[in-house]
Antibody, heavy 132, light 108 residues
Framework: QITLKESGPTLVKPTQTLTLTCTFSGFSLSTSGVGVGWIRQPPGKALEWLAL???????RYSPSLKSRLTITKDTSKNQVVLTMTNMDPVDTATYYC????????????????????????WGQGTLVTVSS | EIVMTQSPATLSVSPGERATLSCRASQSVSSNLAWYQQKPGQAPRLLIYGASTRATGIPARFSGSGSGTEFTLTISSLQSEDFAVYYC??????????FGGGTKVEIK
């Protein structure tokens, strides 16, 4: 069973750097194809994808936020860390981490796991408020 | 960036009735589309991927269809636990993956 849980500060001041940690179990970030993403959701608004890190340390960022984001992994601790610099009140949101989607396909002789860029499952989320 | 547009924003439906939700992409995303359900205070839950494949454990009353730029999520007979917000997400052209603005399904 795959589980993920986000942790970090609930309140940050404008201009500060936010550091969030995603601690997961049920999979390894050293397995080929595996990835963990971050998605956020301002109160009452839609979802916004932020970043994704792959098992081989390849990283992808939202173009609109790329200059402010850094995603890293610690495979030995089963953790993924997201940092966002220069926080602003508009960054107030629930931040989720999520496992990159995977589907198993089996024939009569073998099975193959294919990974996709949808997300399943998600962590419970952590609300971060940006205010002075 | 591909823009995903969902309609309607709010759908009022009586329990037992059929609900049809739409998602439109600003350019073709082939069948690389997922649907999620989100209840208040909860994380999104994957319902559909590949435009039409139900995720593990998702009831058969949920079905997805479409390809290219037009997609539909249908809930054949709404149960009380289905009242929630539904989001579509494309993963064909990225980064970024992009989500729609959501459709809230409420009790009529």
């Amino acid at each position: 069973q795959i589980t993920l849980k986000e942790s970090g500060p609930t309140l940050v001041k404008p201009t500060q750097t936010l550091t969030l940690t995603c601690t997961f179990s049920g999979f390894s970030l050293s397995t080929s194809g595996v990835g963990v993403g971050w998605i956020r959701q301002p109160p009452g608004k839609a979802l916004e994808w932020l970043a994704l890190i792959y098992w081989d340390d390849d990283k992808r960022y939202s173009p609109s936020l790329k200059s402010r984001l850094t995603i890293t992994k610690d495979t030995s601790k089963n953790q993924v860390v997201l940092t966002m610099t220069n926080m602003d009140p508009v960054d107030t949101a629930t931040y989720y981490c999520a496992h990159r989607g995977q589907v198993g396909y089996c024939s009569s002789t073998s099975c193959l796991t294919v990974l996709y860029n949808w997300f399943d499952p998600w962590g419970q989320g952590t609300l971060v408020t940006v205010s002075s | 960036e591909i823009v995903m547009t969902q309609s309607p924003a709010t759908l009022s439906v009586s329990p037992g009735e059929r609900a049809t939700l739409s998602c439109r992409a600003s350019q073709s995303v082939s069948s690389n589309l997922a649907w999620y359900q989100q209840k208040p205070g909860q994380a999104p839950r994957l319902l559909i991927y590949g435009a039409s494949t139900r995720a593990t454990g998702i009831p058969a009353r949920f079905s997805g269809s479409g390809s290219g730029t037009e997609f539909t999520l249908t809930i054949s007979s709404l149960q009380s636990e289905d009242f929630a917000v539904y989001y579509c997400q494309q993963y064909n052209n990225w980064p970024p993956v992009t989500f729609g603005g959501g459709t809230k399904v409420e009790i009529k």
